[in-house]
Nanobody
Framework: QLQFVESGGALVQPGGSLRLSCKPA?????????VGWFRQAPGKAIEGVSC????????FDADSVSGRFTISKDKDLNTVYLQMNDLKPEDTAVYYC??????????????????????WGEGTQVAVAS
């Protein structure tokens, strides 16, 4: 089962930017995976944020982050990133990444948290406040 290590979270002011990084805990390649970023705000369920199929376009973004967040990958580094711009207080959450074979980007973001096999790492904390 694929496990990930997330990093890059921090406390930032509204309007600021962060870039999160996600790498497999093992040496497995992400070539055949759909990878997504998810977040869990205090007192709320985990929700899909931005997802990509490792080999194909387009990506899928939640309406709440569209135009502000961008998911990307570096095949050579086997790493997925989430560039977050114009951060808002409502973006405060623990951010997780996860991978699944055989999913579209849209399906990953919309449905992965409902899978009985969904696996979450420790995540990285993003806090947006003055």
């Amino acid at each position: 089962q694929l496990q990930f290590v997330e990093s890059g979270g921090a406390l930032v002011q509204p309007g600021g930017s962060l870039r999160l990084s996600c790498k497999p805990a093992s040496g497995l390649t992400l070539q055949y995976y759909t990878v997504g970023w998810f977040r869990q705000a205090p007192g709320k369920a985990i929700e899909g944020v931005s997802c990509l199929n490792y080999l194909k376009e387009p990506t899928f973004d939640a309406d709440s982050v569209s135009g502000r967040f961008t998911i990307s990958k570096d095949k050579d580094l086997n790493t997925v990133y989430l560039q977050m711009n114009d951060l808002k207080p409502e973006d405060t959450a623990v951010y997780y990444c996860a991978g699944q074979i055989g999913a579209t980007a849209r399906a990953m973001c919309r449905a992965y948290p409902t899978y009985s096999s969904a696996t979450w790492g420790e995540g990285t904390q993003v806090a947006v406040a003055s």
